[in-house]
């Protein structure tokens, strides 16, 4: 494919860009639900026939643009398959708990001294 951005005389007849398509039920080593965990986290890369598009216009030598196209395709996977680390629920302080009343003992206070008195 053609490349966008800058090359002068010379980009309208060198086709240095790279689209590499990936058939994500070809790649063989995925455990589990590691293949569906891939699947939804890249589901906007995804086309209707379960292959995975990626593109590299980075330099203007085709064989660059392909390893840089790899090289993407390798992180994104390695980063759907990493699974984020379960949050431990915690409890506030008894100090969180005090700060957090005396504020807004303070702000109630506040807010009364600016009511006009109810005297008639």
Known sequence: MRSSGPGGQ???????????WIALD???GFEGDERERVRA??????????RLLLTSQLTRDQAKNLDDAK??????IRAALH????????????????????DKRKRSRALKS???????
């Open 10 to 20: 010379n980009v309208n007849k060198v086709a240095s860009k790279v689209q590499l």
């Open 26 to 28: 070809g790649i063989v």
């Open 41 to 50: 986290a890249l589901a906007s890369r995804i086309g209707a026939d379960g």
């Open 71 to 76: 090289q993407k395709a390798v992180a994104l």
């Open 83 to 102: 699974r984020p680390k379960p949050r431990k629920p915690t409890r506030p302080t008894r100090g969180a708990k005090e700060r957090r009343l005396s």
């Open 114 to 120: 600016r009511k006009p008195d109810d005297r008639e």
